[in-house]
């Protein structure tokens, strides 16, 4: 499986971004998908999970009631919808098949990775 993510950029504090994460392959589609991001000198942490059907979700406390994490299985592609975007959301974003179909909050488990794709928010 592949994964392509997409939509990061520069944004002014308050603004909204989405990201995109396109699956080479419908395997993506019987298992959890994630979100993580990393910033500069920090450990890669964990953003937002759904499961495969697209019935369950979980997220970080620090972007809850803002981020929204959705998929369509019929596009093998996941979304990121960030709203109310804060410098300290700033990071590379990282997209991820999970092992399993339920909702999953650590990295061990996801085995399939995507490039990255940079948030930047200015103050």
């Known amino acids: 499986v592949q994964l392509q993510a997409s939509g990061g950029g520069l944004v002014q504090a308050g603004g909204s971004l989405r990201l995109s994460c396109a699956a080479s392959?419908?395997?993506?589609?019987?298992?959890?998908m994630g979100w993580f991001r990393q910033a500069p000198g920090k450990e890669r942490e964990f953003v937002a999970s759904i499961n495969w059907r697209g019935s369950s979700t979980s997220y970080v406390d620090s972007v809850k009631d803002r981020f929204t994490i959705s998929r369509d299985n019929a596009k093998n592609t996941m979304y990121l919808q960030m709203n109310s975007l804060k410098p300290e959301d700033t990071a590379v974003y990282y997209c991820a098949v999970a092992r399993g179909s339920s909702v999953t909050t650590t990295h061990i488990g996801y085995h399939y990775w995507g490039q990255g794709t940079q948030v930047t928010v200015s103050s």
């Open positions: 392959a419908r395997t993506s589609s019987n298992n959890a």
